[in-house]
């Protein structure tokens, strides 16, 4: 009995093979399969994510390897409080602390929140700002939460044309690097306190400034600095267990809460899964539940906007894309930074998200959309 072909039959067999393969595709329903995924991006996900495996693992590796979201450094997908998904750009890694730019303000409106937790400070009374408090000041009648909700009325102009000019800008770089919390303070109002909503680095910076003066109202630079680093430390990455968390200071020794915090993604996670969590860690309160919910409420003046964290909620503003307000859920809300980090945390479906990259901000849209993706696959719980 023959068991093979000869060679000259096989060859002459081959048209007819082909002809019919490319008939079968031909007569296929729909598009063809999508390319098999390279093996780095499935072993990026655990077999049980929470929701199907490949479409999860291409929808992270469309994020890494698409051209219009640039440059993805870090990823970490939390499930039910477990990572399912994590994976690094080239030259990145799980113990490479980054920093999360205007995530910062986040952290800085949880400090706050343990200090009024603490007693130290009251949402509603003016700020304790010396220089507000002289007689016919109108900034006298800035309080904390016109603060925490940027709409102290101060004017702080963020992302000016030219760049020199604005006030992120020259607080950080240039007229105010020394001392950035007295270079916010010291701008003149724009509008009435408490009227309008103006995104602000400065007006982060003056509630850092609040936070450090309490802790050593009358210490040297170093003083200052220290009583910050302890009570961060202390307060928030010791229960949180965010061993990378650190901060940096101006020549003043203030933290700069507006932009200067860094961390590993996991521990950006965890800072995300303890804001969806409502302050806890371990069934701990570390700061109170209410404190957490008014963060994620909408300002009066802006209903995609709580009280340092960006809200998943229609902007005011046509161009303002921060979050995916069209696709949903409502619920989500975010901690967001320059050149496209973010710290999704989307209760309804026990899930944080970190992505931590160089995005610019013309191409922000394609990292929102490719983050839309990755939530749209999971479901409610």
């Keep these: 009995m023959r068991l093979f072909s000869s060679p000259s039959r096989a060859i002459a067999r081959a048209p007819s093979l082909l002809a019919a393969v490319l008939l079968a595709s031909c007569g296929q329903d729909g598009p063809p399969p999508p390319p098999p995924l390279p093996e780095a991006a499935m072993a990026a996900v655990v077999a049980e994510p929470g929701t199907l495996r490949e479409p999860l693992a291409r929808a992270i590796d469309d994020l890494f390897t698409s051209e219009e979201a640039q440059e993805t450094r870090a990823l970490v997908i939390m499930h039910n409080g477990k990572i399912v998904a994590e994976r ?59 603060l925490l909700q940027m709409r102290s009325g101060l004017r702080h102009e963020e992302q000016a044309d030219p760049a020199y000019e604005s006030g992120e800008v020259q607080m950080l770089f240039l007229a105010g690097r020394d001392d950035m919390a007295s270079f916010a303070q010291v701008q003149p109002p724009a509008a009435a306190p408490g009227e309008r909503f103006v995104y602000s680095t400065p007006t982060s910076m003056i509630l850092s400034g609040i936070a450090t003066d309490l802790l050593a109202p009358d210490g040297s630079a170093q003083e200052r600095q220290r009583a910050m680093e302890e009570f961060l430390r202390s307060r928030l990455a010791v229960p949180l267990r965010m061993d990378s968390l650190r901060g940096e200071y101006d020549a ?130």
């Design 252 to 381: 003043a020794g203030t933290l700069v809460g507006g932009s200067m915090l860094w961390a590993t993604a996991r521990d950006w996670a965890r800072f995300g899964e303890f804001l969806r969590n409502g302050g806890a860690v371990d069934g701990a309160q570390i700061v109170p539940r209410g404190w957490i919910t008014f963060m994620t409420t909408s300002s009066p003046a802006a209903p995609d906007y709580g009280a340092q964290v960006w809200l998943n909620k229609p902007s005011q503003v046509a161009t303002r894309d921060v979050l995916f307000a069209d696709r949903g859920p409502e619920g989500a809300y975010a901690a967001v930074g320059h050149l496209g980090q973010y710290v999704i945390v989307v209760p309804e479906k026990q899930l944080t998200i970190v992505r931590l990259g160089k995005t610019d901000a013309e191409q922000r849209k394609a990292v929102v959309n490719e983050l839309a993706d990755i939530v749209a696959l999971y479901s409610p719980r």
């Design 88 to 146: 690094y750009g080239e030259g990145y890694s799980a113990d490479m602390p980054l920093t999360g730019w205007s995530m910062s303000k986040t952290v800085t409106g949880v400090l706050i929140g343990m200090m009024v937790a603490d007693g130290r400070l009251r949402l509603d009374d003016p700020a304790p700002i010396p220089r507000w408090q002289r007689p016919g000041d109108p900034r006298g009648g800035i309080t904390l939460r016109h």
